[in-house]
């Protein structure tokens, strides 16, 4: 399997090449986890009735609500049902879509255009932004901490996951990702470099899925160690290939401008490895992935073939 | 007691007319906090150790420790030592601090001073300022779960005071307080705005403390109404002593511009009831955070200081 070198519909269609069986797999989860966000967010009213009108903006942006999917998959290959993960699979997106408010931000990367869409700043104004992205990371926590209420979920088990997702959100995981980048932009960097921020700024909260649904979903300790390289490598695999969509992507399927990373001098694997270095990469990482699931027997399948799906993913 | 009206030394000092015994009350607690703040803050190393350094910078600024000393003594009046609070304590300062950082930014306050100090994008630009705000955020909930990790606090009684904390931090709290501060700046605003803004923006966070404190400190039912109730009536003190102190209060004893509020048409209480009105009402708060603390006895000696000192204060 190769990314993206082939010609491919320019349709912005994210589901071409899914896994067989996967497809309904992903829509299954992913109806569970908008019904989910439709009850988390009536309509707001009072006086901060505009903070939460913006939240929910982003919140609702039409993400593929991967990281979200990740925590139920990896909760259900340890046997346990959907329903007792449903608070931190929505933390999982709430705290991602933060990330893209202040990322997007006028003094970070000030873009215009999110998922296809006026960035939250552009429809709010900066203000509203920056306090729609703090309130959503508060959010986050909040259903992290919800995690302890849900039946069948030990509170000891809540905390070890609520404390996992707190490392990986702060300055030791996507945070300080995320300022490591910034700091890089516009010099030269090697590839240690590179795989620090993408190991921080994106890799820490797909990671924290995994676990967080290992952890939730009752795994054992074995059960955890593989979920663990798996999300590591997982993660790791996610921002490479969106680094190769940068280049290779067009903006109708990204939703974004492509090249941009470029322009601005982002610290990408492709600038410092090459395009084909690349991609053998994401290869070997996708193999890695695959391996380290080899305790779930087929319980890992769709574990698997989300791995698969974010390799040959086109948006 | 009256607050402001005669001759004050203009010597920047926080501590004249504190409550006897109050003061070494708060010193012992305050070097407790600080101790726990150094030993949570090792010498940064590694790519991000810019956005670690802005981060320790903002939470080594000098302030009062106010929150984490309420969480504090409110464990202590329910018979618990200060040790087991202390995650909480610290959590209380880094989400305060955080506010503070984001509150300072050019889209927001765009103030140039903190605590007598040049503000954190002054010193470390917006991007880093934004981040290190982000990070602190993420700080404080990791803290909060580490509650579930101390001797003689059960994971139950941690997801219940993390639930807590998260909600008086997001849009239902802090976060909302600010945003509706924010539209309303240069409008004409009432009284229930006030309340609402002043509840919200610094009240949450307060109570939240006393809350917290109590839950974690093993707080009857009683005890626990008991401390809803007085910090409740506290954060609302606290926020209207804020709010005078900006109108009488002198720039070195404050640390920042002084009748700026003024300038901006700030919603505060001075502006809408007036001056005298504003007192009357702080008086009275003071009085009802007393009687809320009838049930703890003697046990409830220093919040009731602590109350007194926040009405007292002159910055």
Redesign the interface.
Known sequence: MTVGPEPRPNSGGATSRVPSGLESFLNTRRRLVDEALARAFVTPVG??A???EA?EYSLKAGGKRIRPILVIAAAEACGAPAERVLPAALAMEFLHT?SLI?DD?P??DNDDLRRGKPTNHKVY????A??A???L???A??L???N??VTGV???A???A??LF??A????????????D??AEGREVGES?VV?IHA?KTGALIRAAVVCGGILGGATSGQRVALEVYGERLGLLFQIVDDILNVEGDTMAMGKATGSDQVRKKATFPAVAGLPAAKRRAESLLGEARAALLPFGAMGGPLGDLAEYVLTRKS
């Open positions: 006086p901060a505009r903070l939460h939240m933060y202040h931000l003094c970070m104004g900066e203000t509203i920056v306090l992205g703090d309130g990371q508060a959010e926590f909040r992290m901490a919800e302890g209420r030990s509170p000891a809540a905390v070890e609520a404390l707190a490392e959100a702060g300055p030791r995981g996507m945070v300080g990702g995320q300022a490591v910034w700091m470099d620090f921080h």
